[in-house]
């Protein structure tokens, strides 16, 4: 499989295509369980506080790093890069900081790693101030 298709079933995916195992923080897409999204475990939560006005601009101002590994067999193709706010009710991913924007491809991912919150990803963005581009 090449780099872009890889990148492409996983943003061309929606919600409902995922498995998602708590215990292990990993989700595995449904449609190629060759493909899934590992959270990096390896980091206590908060150890590395995030700062930025943007990500503690919320009634919780705890803010911190987090990474996804984007996998094919296990294999980390990828990084994805989230900020954990609002005392980790949602995973923004970074954002350009010149004009605040996500790409949409980020959008789609953070869609799939916010299903498991229960709050409006859509929500944290805008009061973030975050647009998707």
């Known amino acids: 499989m090449r780099y872009e298709d890889f990148m492409a079933q996983i943003s061309n995916s929606i919600e409902n295509d995922w498995l998602y195992d708590d215990e292990i923080g990993k989700f595995v897409f449904r449609n190629d369980i ?3 999204i590992q959270s990096d475990r390896t980091e206590s939560v908060g150890d590395d506080g ?8 919320f009634p919780n101002e705890n803010a911190s790093r987090k990474k996804y590994f984007l996998q094919f067999n296990d294999c980390i193709v990828d990084t994805f890069y989230t900020v954990q706010v609002d005392g980790f009710r949602s995973a ?3 954002p350009r900081l010149n004009g605040m924007t996500i790409t949409q491809q980020q959008y789609n991912i953070g869609s799939i790693i ?20």
């Not at 995030?50 to 601009?57: H, K, S, V």
């Not at 229960?118 to 998707?132: K, M, N, Q, R």
């Open 34 to 36: 060759r493909i899934s």
């Open 50 to 57: 995030f700062y930025e006005r943007w990500a503690t601009n």
């Open 92 to 94: 923004i991913p970074y």
């Open 114 to 133: 916010n299903s498991i919150h229960g709050y409006s990803f859509d929500e944290y963005l805008t009061s973030a101030g975050i647009t998707v581009v």
